[in-house]
Structures are given as structure tokens and as C-alpha cells.
């Protein structure tokens, strides 16, 4: 969205993409504490990670566990922070409850999904384009085409509706994932990837989008006992001071890492001179998790699926990863 | 509300008001289980409380702790469970957070305030017309009269706003109680007493205000990291099926009597036969708690406050007391 211009109050060009990196520590401030110069960190940007030197505030930085890769670190802390607090702040996730997500196969989607997996008898109802299927299948409980009428196929198996529904798109779906919340049901809107509908920068089909989400009554949701949620990492991180809840979601989520019940869902390496091939991929929702910015890798794509031993030859780098964004996680760019 | 007609499909008069009562069994259907004849019980109803003798489905039904007087029964339940379900389950009440409940006064009010006493460090706000003031003023963190600027007021003490607003009243107040929800915050719409504007029954007053609600754009709450929810206890009950879910809240009540956290606020107890005054009361907003319609009591009113040890005297009364609504519980009936 921000390379469409699709945000609100864009930046002005020229700017440096991207909202979370991983490196090594090369120099601190004075009277910085808690943090050394050769500590392996990951780190929250607003704006300019996809670099090979960066510069971020103490607060948005946090401690690489050891045994976790640089690539794992690249993808692990917005998807994560993202995923944990909509299910188990902005909603409640407890055990037996079912959760649907929309664009299940994307990064928070693979997110959403390892997490629901660690409270028990969570049913997860996953929506991803047909082709990402048999990548994504073991991941969630039921997996449905984003073009067939989901709606009556969730019916089908849970006649009541849904606990959860994590939605990152708008417009037309609002009404509908609404509609199949149960009664004290939440349903979290925390993007809006269908604005991003043409290659070029539009913002009139932005400005469509927008006005055609259905603006809720108060007084429905009260009749209906429904909760509706909104949710921006970036703007809770970069615009509302939000860095101390943020810090309590990743303790939480490094224990989870720790005990290896979570672990982040890398696509594809990438250099940095392949940055329009890869923004290219995210554009044809062809994307299974995350795609990761290389700064040190040569210019030529290497599958994570294709060879783990290869990726994981990246590790020792001493330059910082940047990465970019999952079409699922464009709704973050603001 | 019911009886100035102000809900979306009445029933047919004539009716019998009331949702929750107290008694005694009189008698239980053939394989009814866990209930005997003499049981002590309070139940919910879906209208007709408002009698010596009631019948409804066991679902409905849990029996009274030992040293629950039938004047607390005939007061615990809605204003509890709502109370409970809104601040535990639909919001996620913890320690160090701050709720700002409107009509503080009333039932519901109070026992939210006795709910927040059960957390650690918990700030409430409490907004409530000038003269209960003195009644309820160590109910609550701080008090603020309904017609003052108490957003400024709330935002002097808490600059960045509060984590739950519970507000039982609808239209103009929406928009301003959305205003002061902190980022992640739950504003819960759980009623409309606003729509209760004037002693006649006035489908116009209603309508009016049911548009002047202000709609919501999911968008919108994207970017500020808000939550609205709408709660309606009875329509959970009686049409969504939701015996389950407060049965669950019930049990935990249930625990916090015993151990002596929560007690119902009673305003007071009248005859059968004083309804009429009793509504007037409601309706100029007269009460602190709720006022209890007792079957065998002669019509003379008795404040709760005048006199405990009278009051108590109708424990032993085998009929089942029904209760009418406060204002802060009119939302309810619907």
C-alpha cells in the first residue's frame, strides 16, 4: 500500500520501505541500557528497514533468542505481535472456542494458525485463494476457496457461527464475516488488502474501498451481542505509544518460540536488488508466509522450501535483514 | 421501556413485566433434575415475573447460596451477570486497567463497581446525576455528575483516556464515550435509557434516537485500535440461546458471594400493588440499586436503607418475589 500511495498521509518520496529488520547491534547511544554492541536483535521501524544499517529507538528493540536464525527473526515480530494480541487481547481466545481467518496462507494468517494451535481444541477455519491449499492444509482445521460462498460452508460444520474472525481485507466481506460471528463473537478488522486492486497507484480505487465498508450500528451489535475490533500494529507501535503492550505480546511470544509450539513461516529469500521481483509475488498473492530482504544474498531467488540448509547459511551475517511485506501484511503500512 | 412500549416487536398486551424473581419450588416437571420442592431458587423469565407464581424452563433456574436473603436473590442476577459477562468476557478486565460506567447509580452500576473491587488496582469513573453522589461516592474511584464535561474531567486524571466505557445510554454520548477509550479499549454499548424520554409511549422519541446513534467505520476503529460491543443479556438468554455462557458467569458470581466480594444493592421493596410508584421512581431516576416488587409485603414502601433488619424479614416468604427494572436496567427489557 505505501509503494501504491495508498494511505492516508503517505510519506514523502523518496522514502525507504519496510517496518521490521533483525541484525547485529553495531553502535548504541549513550546511556543506553540492556543492550551491547554485538547482541543479535530483531527490531520494530517506522519506515527505513529494508537497509543494510539502521537506526530505531531502545523500546522497539528486542533481544534475538539463541537459537533462533536471522531469517526466522525477520519474520517473526510483527506477524507474531499481530496474531497474539488480536486473539488473546482484542479477543479472548480460550479453549474449544473457533476462530476463522481470512488469507490463511499469508504471514499472519500462518501466525494465527500456530497459535490457536497452542490452546487446546481451537477450531481454526482458514480462507486462502485455491492454488495455496496444499501448502496450507495441515495448518488450520477446515480450508476453504476465497471464491466459493465460505459463509455456508463454515454453516455447514459450526451452525451456531465462529468465536473469532480475523479479517484483513474490507468492503464486501465485512458484512459477511459479521454475519457469522456467534452470539459475544469478535470479529477484527486489521487491514484492508482489497484496496490493493491495481498495480498502479489509484487512489480513487482506494478511495472506493473505503466508502463502501459498511459503517456498523451500535445498536445492532447490542441486538446481536457482536464485538467489532480494529487493529494496527504500526499505528498502536508508531502513533499511540503502545511499545509497553507490545514488549508484554513478545515476552510471551519468545517463551512460545522458546518452547517451539510457534515459528515464523518464511516464503522466499530475496536480495535487495530483487526487491521489485518480490514486491511482484506479494502483488499475485503467489506468497506462503513471509518474504525476506537478504542484504547479503546474491541476486538470484532461493525458495525456503527448496533448501533450509541454504537459507540458514544466512544466519552469521553480521548486516541487519530487512524484509518486506505479505500482501496480508500490507494493511500494517500505514 | 416495555411498558412505555419503546422495543422493536412488544408483545401483546396485556402483559406481566419482569425478567429474574426468587422463590420457592412449588413444584418441578416430570424428569426435571437437580431441583426438588422447597428448593430456595431465583430464575430468569422471559416476562412474567411480576407474579406470586411463575414458571419457567430449568435452564433458567440456580438455587440460592444458604445465606442469600430472597431481597438480595431477587436483585442478583441480571444486574450480575450482565455485569460480569460485560467486563470479563466481552471486555477483559485486568488488573491496573480503568472502566468509566455510565448511570453509576444503578444496578448494573453498582455491581460493576463491586466487579472492579474484585481486581487489583482497578480505577473506576463512575458518571452519575449530582444527588446520588453522596450515596454511591465510595462505590467508585472518582464521580462525575452526568451533566458536567466529564470527558475533560476523565482526561485531567487520565490523560490517555480509559480502558472500558459501559454505557447504558445511547446517542450523543456515543461518539464522546468512543473518544476516550485508551488504544485497544472497549467501548460496550448495553442499552438505551436516552430512548426512555418521556412518560408516554412515544414510537417517534424512539426512532429519533435510534438513527441518532452514530454508526461506527470498522476503518476507523482500524486505525485508532478500538473495540465497540453491543450487549443485551436478554437477548442472549431468551433468543440466542446463551443458557451456557451464563450459567458459566453464574457459577463464578455465585463463588464471589460466598466469599463475600459482591452483594446486590437494593433500593428498596414495595407491594404489588404500589407498582405505579415504584415506576415513577425509576423513571425520575430516584434510585441507588434496584427496587424489589415483594408479593407478600402490604403497600407501604420501605426504604432498603431505613431499615435492614425489617427488610429481612420477608425471607421467609414462600412466594417468589418478582423485580422491576431500574432505569440502568431498562436496556435489558427488549
Known sequence: MVRQGNIDNPPKTP????????????????????????DRVMAFMNYNAWAEVVCTPVDFVYKMPDDMTFTEAA?????????????FEVASLREGMSVLVHSAGGAVGQAVAQLCSTVPNVTVFGIASCFKHTSIKDSVTHLFDRNA???????????????????????????????????????????????????????????KSWWQVEKVNPIKLYEENKVIAGFSLLNLLFKQGGCNLVKSAMDKLLILYEQKKIRPVVDSLWALEEVKEAMQRIHDRGNIGKLILDVEKSPTPLMANDSTETSEAGEEEEEPEGDNDSKERMPFIH
Open 15 to 38: 522514502l525507504v520501505p519496510g517496518f521490521e529488520c533483525c541484525g547485529i547491534v553495531e553502535s548504541v547511544a549513550e546511556n543506553t541500557h540492556g543492550f551491547e554492541i554485538g
Open 75 to 87: 519474520a517473526f515480530s510483527l506477524n507474531f505481535v499481530a496474531a497474539y494480541m488480536m486473539l
Open 149 to 207: 460462498d465460505y459463509i455456508q460452508e463454515v454453516k455447514k460444520i459450526s451452525t451456531d457461527g465462529v468465536d473469532i474472525v480475523l479479517d484483513c481485507l474490507c468492503g464486501e466481506n465485512t458484512g459477511k464475516s459479521l454475519s457469522l460471528l456467534k452470539p459475544l463473537g469478535t470479529y477484527i478488522l486489521y487491514g484492508a488488502s482489497n484496496m490493493v486492486t491495481g498495480e498502479t497507484k489509484s487512489f480513487f480505487s482506494f478511495a
